[in-house]
Structure formats: C-alpha cells, structure tokens
C-alpha cells in the first residue's frame, strides 16, 4: 500500500476543504450536477428571488440614463439605445452564458457606431447590427470564445483607453453648448474656440452633472451610503440636474423621444461591399472581446463577493465563454432587427449587479423588462432630461475608461509601447487601425525580446595564472535563436581549453540552429579533456539528444537512455537509480515549489482511490493527478475486507479511517483493471475440483474476493445485483469474457463492502461522501466510470461508461 500518513486533523484545514460545500473533481462524479441543482434549489427561492429583484432595480436605475447617453453619443435615435438595454437584458440575459453579466449598449461602441451612421447611416447601421449578431453566433458554433481572448490585454486595454479619449472629446463640445467634429483630431481642433465662447446654461448642468457623479460616491456616515444604494450616481447626477434646468427655467435642449409609431427599422446595406464587411467585423470582434472580458470579470466579482447568510447555500455556475457569445449575438440580431444599438456586456452594470446581491440571470432579464416598461410608461419624465447632462455623463464615463491601474499594469509588464500605439491609433484612425497599429507593435516587441539574449562568460576566482583551472560559466539570458548563435559561438570560444564549464540557459526556448552549435561545442570540448555542465530551462533539451524517445512521463525504463545500467551495476537496481537520478535532474526542480508547499500545509487530497497493485495501472497517469490530489491504497484484487473479516486485514480499514475521517476525503473511487492476475487466480480457484491448495497469505487473502465470484454466479437478469457491463455506442465482444465479468463485479461488489464501514456508512449518511466505481482497459488505454442503478436509463444494470476524451468538466 502506497497510504502515507500524516499528523493532521479535520479542524486544522485552513482551505475548509471538509466543508460539504466544496464540489468533488467531476470526472469520477457522475451525480455532481444533480446535487448541485437540487443545492440550488433547496436554498430559499423566496431570498433569491427577493435578492434578484431589487438588484434588477438597481441595474435600470443605472442603465436606463446610460441607455440614453450612449445612443446621444452616437448620433443614433434616443429610442436605440432603450431598445439594446431592454432585448441585451432579456435576450442575452436568458440565453447567455454568464449569469450575473448585464448586457446592453455600451460605451466601447460609441465610437465604432458613430463612424458606422456617419458613413452609412442608421438604417444600414442596424442591419450591420444583425449580421455582427449572426457572425456572433457563427464563432460560438466554432467554440471560438476562448481564442477571441489570446489578443493583449495592452492593445485592449489601449483600445478601451482610445475609445474613452474620443468619447470624452467628442461630448465636452455638448456640455460647452456645441456639436461635437466628424473626428478626435478635428474636436481637438475646434476645442479652443468652443472654449472661448462656451454656452452658459448648457455649461452650468453639465458642471452640476460632474459635479454629482464625482462627489455622490464620498457622501459621509450611513445616510451616505444608504443613499448610494438606493440612488446610484448616474440616475442622482442626471435626475438633479434636469431639476437644476426645470426650476431655473433653462431652455436647454432636452431628450426628443419621438413617437414609436415612427421607429426606425433596418434597410438593405447600401455601400461598397468590403466596407460593409470591415464594419461587420468590427463590431463582431469589439462587441464579443469587451462582452468576454466583462463576463470573465463577473467570476472574479462573484467569487469575491460575501453573500448573505441565507443565501450562502447558493452557488454561481462559472461564465460558459461559448454560450456567453451566443447569447450576444442572439441580442444584438433581435436588437439590430428592433432598431437598437449593438449589444455588448458592460463590465459597470455587471459589477452594479453582483454588488447589489443578484444570484441568479434573473435580475438581469427582470432588469431589461424594467427599461422596457419604463420606454412606454416614462416618455414624459425622459423627455425632461437636458442633452448637456446626458452629454456630461457620457463624458465623465469616457474619461473614466483611461484607467490608471491599466497603466500601471502594462508599465510593469514593459508593454507600454503597445498600450501607446494601440490608444493612438484609435484616436487618430479608428478602433480597427488602432486595434491593427496595436497587433503590429505587439509583435515588434515580441520579436525584439525574443531576438535580446544577454551572453556573458564569467571565471571563478580561484583559478590559476592562465585561468584553466578555474570554473567558467557561461550565462545565456533570454531566448536562444540563430540570431545569438554568433554571440553564443564568440563566448564559448573565450573558455580555455581543459577547464570545467558551467553553461546556464535562463531562456525557456532554443532553436535548431542554437542547439547544433551548443552541442557541436560540449562534443568538441569534452574531446580535448574539459568537463560541460549544462543547466538550466532548456538544460533538457541539449542534454538526451540521442534518446529515440527522450526520458518523456509514462514510458518504460526500456525506453530511456537516461536510466539504461551503468558499468559495474545490475540491471534493475540501475535502472531504479537512473531513473531517479532523471527526477532529481529533470522533474525536481518543476515539482520542487509545489512539494515543499505540500510538506509545510500537509496533506489535503480531495479522494480516496483504492486501486490494484498491479504494475501497468499508473494512477497519476490515468487521472491526470499530481502530488496531494489522490489518498491512494493499492493491494492485490483492489479488494475491500469487510469489517470483522480478521485482524489481518486492517491495513486497509485503517486506510480508509484515516482517509474518511481524519484526511475528510469527499469521494473513495474502486478501480479494476482487463486482465487482472488476483481475479485470475479467484476464477481458477473457484473451479478448481482437485486437491485443496496450500495455505498461502495469497490464497488468504483472496478469499475476501469470492463474494465477487458469488455475485458473478448468480447472475441475475436486471437490478442492482446484476452482473455490470460495459457501455459504449456499440456491445463490446469482450463483455462474454469471464475474466471481464468478474473485473467488472469485483468493482461493484468492493463498493458493497465499503458501505458497511461505519464511518463509510456515516459519511454516507451525511451526504457528505460519494463512493464511485472505475475500471481501466489496459490494452486499450480506455477509463470507464460506474453508472450505478438509479442514476441513469440503464435498466436498474449497473453499466461502466467509457470517459470520452475532450469532456466538458461541470
């Protein structure tokens, strides 16, 4: 048995891994998601419901200004921007893949769209609208989410930069009582005249709306902040001053909400054919980019966040990228189609929600129905609102896009020639040359890092008068291409014959060129009587050239150069040294910082794994495991003694004791094996009609097996006690195999015994652990999971599943 234990107890687990809230690794699982739904369901619908709604109040009060602001930014009708925050609420929020992500108009948008209507016009804007929606839809069919995440988070971080610098120029000319220029560079222009004669009124209510967003956060006490909870910034600042202007008697133009009956609908594109194609693409990829970011940032929010105690019970699935951009493109067709803005997730609204206790896509549906009413039962108090406020607001979110901790990150990243490039471009030409002067210097600057390797040649100092006794070292930082090759070659030409020699590579990367000239080197140098020492990331690399099959994880000792006998040993003994002289080289120094992690908290392994000890079945392996996930007990036959069945056999009581009530484990897994020699040999002894066999510890031992044997035999047609097979699309010939059979009842009959240990049957009773079956084909390398009666449409027959690769993990 390879059970190591250790001094620790239940109550000491800092993690709160013993917690039963914690869901076990799904892959041995197969009712995880059950449990999980029938969690959520059991905490309290009427506090999430309760939770859900006043979140989604929260939400309007924020979206519904911004709506209006953003579609005043674009030059869109006031209408289009109420359309995309009710259909971003209702549609994405019900078909998404981020539960708590509010969907809507956004301001990354404003830019692309305003170009879209000046050049195109709104009807034709809306119908790039629906096929940026269709092309939405088309890449979460190709589960293309994740790839649209590879670009930089500078160049999107310097996009977003950009986009708020153009909004922010584009509406001071609207708070300075003017109409903002066809361009940044053309506002920029126009902006010290516009200051020289600015309009009195409009400026007075867009100072009142600044003024209110940026004080409204810093209200004192708990008054304070139960005014901000209940009125968020945008709908104080907005709602004062048109208060300001009606009291004042301003006349100011105002919000003009024209009759719905005269709603602009999408037309036919009606432009040059890659223009309108370069449009599309466009909002496709701003729109999907800034609505997976904001939903990756909806996990980090949820998870941070605290909830109530009556609602900590419940548990927020992870964003689904792929359903997520499905989702979008659903509400921006719909929307396009109703004569809305695009739709995008907006990184402040979803925030909005998850800070105001939403738990469920509930609030953000109910939301969108609120802006939906309030288009037709509000007309009268939105038409109040003064464009200059509007204007400000939207101008105080653009300023706020240039965020300072972006700043900081991509300075400490050295990426600031990227963020530059990146928010120059969009200033100066638009989001996709600035998104393209972005990728090009990104590129520029990879290639230029991966080109700077740093090579110098220090010799210790107790070397003698020539230096050749003297230890040299070679230090390569950065990446070894051809392009190093000529200072690498000038370096190890300085070393002087016979010395010892210690070449350090700090890069992770060596090309061909690189390799062949280190290579020819240590050959030729070692030839003359020095000594080569290689370490270092790519120290591997340079190190089993000649290996046919290098010293990779989970091949034989036959097949490694590196653990072949030295002269003067035996074979096994040497390869058992060579091979650990491999890890100390190759594998320590990787699994080092983990290992000491584990040595200094102790053991924490979320299963039990209880599996034969035969030598062929690598558990780590099969499990994608590492150090301090599995508790594992090997012995012959995966047997499971039952309780009482003879003082020999508490090794592996004791094991699993230790596992169930000391290590807390939230699962014990069985796992047989094809070919298993311990059933072998139960099978013959069980028809064996000679002379009884001697009295053997092995014999003994194998006697806790039979009761597999007996289940076999009686092979009942259908039920629990009936004998398992293995599923799959097609019946597999083996399953008439006896050998197979009694594998395969063995597993299910050690599940048997488990649940008779007491403090098994406690755990159990708790619903606090989970036992679970598996079976492993050697030959073909096939793992196959327990469906137990019950649990799937298998006719009550306990049926091995086969785990298919590339499996979605719940």
Partial sequence: MSACATDRSPDADPTGRNSRSDLPLPSLRSRAGDRLRRSLRGSGPEGTRSADLSASVAVFLIALPLSLGIALATGAPLQAGLVAAAVG?????????????????????????????????WRTTCAITVLAGLAQLGLSALRAARSALMVSPAIVHGMVAGIGVTIALAQLHVVLGGSPESSAVANVLALPGRLADPRADALTIGAVTVAVLLLWPRLPGRAGGLTRRVFPAALAAVVLATAVASLSGLRLPRVDLPSWHSHALPSLPDGPVLGLLAAVLTVTLVAGVESLLSAMASDKLAVARTLPEHLSGVRIPRADLDRELRGQGLANMVSGALGGLPVTGVAVRTAANIQAGAVSRRSTVLHGVWVLIASGLLVGALELIPLAALAALVMVVGVQMVKIVHIRSVTRHREVLVYAATTAGVVLSGVLEGVGAGIAVAVAVALHRLARTRITCEAAEDGGPDGAGAVHRVRVRGQLTFLAVPRLSRALGRVPEGSRVVVELGGSFMDHAAYETLRDWETSYTAHGGSVEITGRSAPCVREPSAPHGCTPWTPWRNHQCTRPRPGRSGVGGQLLGGLSNFQRTTAPLVREELARLAREGQRPSQLFLTCAD?????????????GDLFTVRNVGNLVPPPGSGASDDSVAAAIEYAVEVL??????????SGCGAMQALRASGTDAGAPAPDTPLRRWLTHGRPSLERLAARHGSGPHAVPRVG?????????????????????????????HPCVARRLAEGSLELHGMYFHVGEAQAYVLDLPGDADSGGTPVFAPVQPGAAVA
């Fill in 89 to 121: 609420g209702i549609v994405a929020g019900r078909f998404g893949g981020a539960p708590l992500q509010v969907s809507g108009p956004a301001a990354g948008l404003t830019v692309v769209v305003a170009e879209l209507i000046q050049l195109y016009g």
């Fill in 615 to 627: 030598s062929r079945l690598v558990t780590s392996m099969i499990t994608s495991s590492g150090p």
């Fill in 664 to 673: 807390r484990v939230e699962s014990i897994t069985v796992c047989g094996h």
């Fill in 728 to 756: 799959g699309p097609e019946p597999l010939p083996r399953e008439a195999d006896g050998l197979e059979a009694l594998c395969l009842a063995n597993v299910v009959q050690q599940l048997d015994h488990l649940r008779v």
